[in-house]
Nanobody, 128 residues
Framework: QLQLVESGGGLVQTGDSLRLSCAAS????????TAWFRQAPGKEREFVAS????????YYTDSVKGRFTVSRDNAKNTMYLQMNSLKPEDTALYYC?????????????????????WGQGTQVTVSS
């Protein structure tokens, strides 16, 4: 069983930056594709960004392209989400997710149901 724990959320102002972390344990992290999702109150969980097992290929939803960067350090069993130029519409509970597979592409259309492993979430609030 793979365990995921997010951290790094907080309350910031418009234009600020945050870096989220997702620490993994329990299995060989480097064998998993990983993703960030977010869910705002009253809305469905939505894809934010993802990376294949090596970090060599990444995907982003259009609204965060150019502002967010997903990366991972397999030696530290950790995935990151660097968020710059934050906007109030980025306010949400951010989750990391993982799916086993060296040859699986975590493309945006896959959706949350494609991922069997989830963290508990970390809150990001951006004030205007």
């Amino acid at each position: 069983q793979l365990q995921l724990v997010e951290s790094g959320g907080g309350l910031v102002q418009t234009g600020d930056s945050l870096r989220l972390s997702c620490a993994a344990s329990g299995r060989t992290f480097r064998a998993y594709a990983t993703a960030w999702f977010r869910q705002a109150p009253g809305k469905e969980r939505e894809f934010v960004a993802s990376t294949i097992y090596s970090g060599g290929v990444t995907y982003y939803t259009d609204s965060v392209k150019g502002r967010f960067t997903v990366s991972r350090d397999n030696a530290k069993n950790t995935m990151y989400l660097q968020m710059n130029s934050l906007k109030p519409e980025d306010t949400a509970l951010y989750y990391c997710a993982a799916k086993y597979g060296f040859d699986w592409l975590p493309e945006p259309h896959q959706g949350p149901n494609a991922y069997p492993y989830w963290g508990q979430g970390t809150q990001v609030t951006v004030s205007s």
